[in-house]
């Protein structure tokens, strides 16, 4: 019989390193066009209202150290841009992937995530504090499939547990 929660650790373990090499083979302008569009249709609500109009003009990097990626965030004609290089930003969003999905899922709020240095917040202060506040707001099972929210959420839940070392026994 499988062990779901020895599976969900290792995927949540293991997960950073698999998505870290398979970056590594997909040409930078590829995965920015295919994030750029993931963000829009995510965030086409919020666009669509105006409600990301503090991002005109202002170009956030996003940095996720654990998989080795980086990407820069610009709003262009009230759409988002993602490109691999820009020479400067205007803050800087810094977070390992187990503490994104956390961040995404709600399973940790970005203070808890920044006071224990786990979220990094660098630069324009007003800003950050702005693009914090629109995450924390985001309900993800009005946006996504319930299927797979109820994956995601799963994988964050195990994020303390890996932390503290508490890991499921291997399957026999």
Same mark, same amino acid.
């Given at each position: 019989m499988i062990n779901k929660k020895w599976v969900t650790q290792q995927v949540v373990a293991r997960g950073p390193l698999w998505v870290g090499t398979a970056l590594k083979y997909v040409p930078k302008p590829i995965s920015s066009f295919g994030l750029g569009r993931q963000l829009n249709w995510f965030f086409r609500q919020e666009l669509q /209202?105006?409600? $990301?109009d503090f991002l005109a003009g202002k170009t956030v990097k996003v940095e996720v150290p654990d998989v080795s990626y980086q990407f820069y965030l610009e709003m262009q004609q009230s759409r988002f841009k993602v490109s691999s290089e820009l020479a400067s930003e205007d *803050? *800087?969003? +810094?977070a390992n992937s187990q503490y994104l999905l956390q961040l995404i899922t709600q399973q940790a709020d970005p203070d808890t995530l920044f006071f224990r240095r786990k979220l990094a917040l660098l630069g324009d202060t007003e800003l950050a504090l702005s693009i914090k506040n629109l $995450?924390? !707001?985001i309900e993800l099972n009005k946006r996504l499939p319930k !299927? $797979? *929210? +109820? *994956? $995601?959420? /799963?994988?964050?839940t195990a994020v303390p547990a890996m932390e503290k070392g508490h890991l499921a026994e291997k399957p026999g």
């Open positions: /209202q105006g409600e $990301l *803050v *800087v969003f +810094r $995450l924390d !707001s !299927s $797979l *929210v +109820r *994956v $995601l959420t /799963q994988l964050a």
